[in-house]
């Protein structure tokens, strides 16, 4: 069975940090592409970041670039998302997600085929 488990969410001021985590588990992620997207309340899903099967390429959202790193565990079966300059708009369900064709800025599935159920991250202004 095919997991995704993140973690490390949580309520942080404006202007903190948080660092994310996903394991993946039921199967071979070393040639998917892994990536971090969120959802706010009553709005649509969108991507943050992402990163290929190798973790040589990586990619942004033009929201997040700056603030935002994605990285890989050497295992290829997790992945994490540092995140700087928290902003209160940055309040989102963050979910991580595997693919093995990705299509990171055309929702609402991104090309994505695994989806883990997500972290809460609040900022407080």
């Known amino acids: 069975q095919v997991q995704l488990v993140e973690s490390g969410g949580g309520l942080v001021q404006a202007g903190g940090s948080l660092r994310l985590s996903c394991a993946a588990s039921g199967r071979t992620f070393s040639n998917y592409a892994m990536g971090w997207f969120r959802q706010a309340p009553g709005k649509e899903r969108e991507f943050v970041a992402g990163?290929?099967?190798?973790?040589?390429?990586?990619y942004y959202a033009d929201s997040m670039k700056g603030r935002v790193t994605i990285s890989r565990g050497n295992a290829k079966n997790s992945v994490y998302l540092q995140m700087n300059s928290l902003k209160p708009e940055d309040t989102a369900v963050y979910h991580c997600?595997?693919?093995?064709?990705?299509?990171?800025?055309?929702?609402?599935?991104?090309?994505?085929?695994?989806w883990g159920k997500g972290t809460l991250v609040t900022v407080s202004s």
């Open positions: 997600a595997a693919g093995a064709s990705p299509r990171w800025y055309v929702g609402p599935g991104f090309g994505m085929n695994y």
């Open positions: 990163i290929n099967w190798s973790g040589g390429d990586t």
